[in-house]
C-alpha cells in the first residue's frame, strides 16, 4: 500500500530563513505528487504539483519542490519564509484516479 | 467561479445516530471525493464517485456510504455513529479527465461531533 512519511511534525521558523519540509513515499509504479497547504482557518489548497517532466517544480507563493526519484522523495523548499507561510503543511501521493494518500502533515510557524 | 460547498459546517449528533453530509462541487468538475481528517489519522481516502459511480473507496466500514446526483453534487452517509466518527469530512471535486490528474479543490469541510 501507498504511504507518506512527512519529516517534522513541527518547524519553528524567523521571517527570512529557509525552508525544507521532507516527504518520501513508497510506492513502485508512476506516481503523481502534491504539497497541499491549510492557512488557519481556511480550506486545502494546492501549492503546487509534479506529474511528469522537469523535477525541480515551482508553485504558489515562492515555493518549489525536487522530485528525487531514487530517493522516492519530494522536498518542499522556500528560500526565505514569511510570516504569512503559518500554515500546516501536506504532501500527498496518488497513482490512481484521485485518492490521494496524505502524509500526517507539518505545522510551520514563522515567527516574525 | 464558486468553490466546493459543504454543508452543514457544524454538527453534533450523539451515538447511534446516522448523519448525511452534502457537497456541491465545483460547477463542471464531475468527481467528487470524500476525506475524513482527525488529529490522530490525519487525512483519510473515503471515497470517489465520477459520473454518479463508485470509483474508488478507502478502506472504511460500510456504516460510511456515499452517493452522487446527475448534477454532480454528492452525499455521505454515516449510519450507527461512533464516538471515533468525530472528525473533519471534507469534501473536493476534480475534473477528472481521463487521464486522472488528481489535483483536487477541497471545500472548508463538515465538523461532526459525536457525543
Known amino acids: 500500500a501507498q504511504s507518506v512519511s512527512q519529516h517534522n511534525h513541527h518547524v519553528i521558523l524567523s521571517e527570512a530563513a529557509s525552508l525544507e519540509l521532507g516527504c518520501n513515499y513508497s510506492?513502485?509504479?508512476?506516481?503523481?505528487l502534491f504539497w497541499y497547504v491549510q492557512y488557519p482557518g481556511q480550506h486545502l489548497q494546492l501549492l503546487l504539483k509534479y506529474f511528469s517532466g522537469d523535477p525541480l517544480v515551482k508553485g504558489i507563493k515562492g515555493f518549489e519542490a525536487e522530485f528525487i526519484k531514487s530517493k522516492f522523495s519530494f522536498n518542499l523548499r522556500k528560500p526565505s519564509v514569511q510570516w504569512s507561510d503559518t500554515a500546516e503543511y501536506f504532501c500527498a501521493v496518488n497513482a490512481y484516479g484521485n485518492k490521494l494518500v496524505f502524509g500526517a502533515g507539518t505545522i510551520l510557524r514563522v515567527k516574525s | 467561479k464558486a468553490g466546493v460547498t459543504q454543508t452543514p459546517r457544524y454538527l453534533i449528533k450523539t451515538r447511534g445516530q446516522q448523519v448525511t453530509l452534502s457537497c456541491s462541487p465545483i460547477s463542471g468538475h464531475r468527481s467528487v471525493s470524500w476525506y475524513q481528517q482527525t488529529p490522530g489519522q490525519g487525512l483519510q481516502f473515503l471515497f470517489e464517485y465520477f459520473s454518479e459511480t463508485q470509483r474508488n473507496k478507502g478502506n472504511f466500514p460500510g456504516r460510511f456510504s456515499g452517493r452522487q446526483f446527475s448534477n454532480s453534487r454528492s452525499e455521505m452517509n454515516v449510519s450507527t455513529l461512533e464516538l471515533g466518527d468525530s472528525a473533519l469530512y471534507l469534501c473536493?471535486?476534480?475534473?477528472?479527465?481521463?487521464?486522472?490528474?488528481?489535483?483536487?479543490?477541497f471545500g472548508e469541510g463538515s465538523r461532526l461531533t459525536v457525543l
Open positions: 510506492y513502485g509504479g508512476t506516481v503523481n
Open positions: 473536493a471535486s476534480s475534473l477528472a479527465a481521463q487521464g486522472n490528474t488528481g489535483e483536487l479543490f
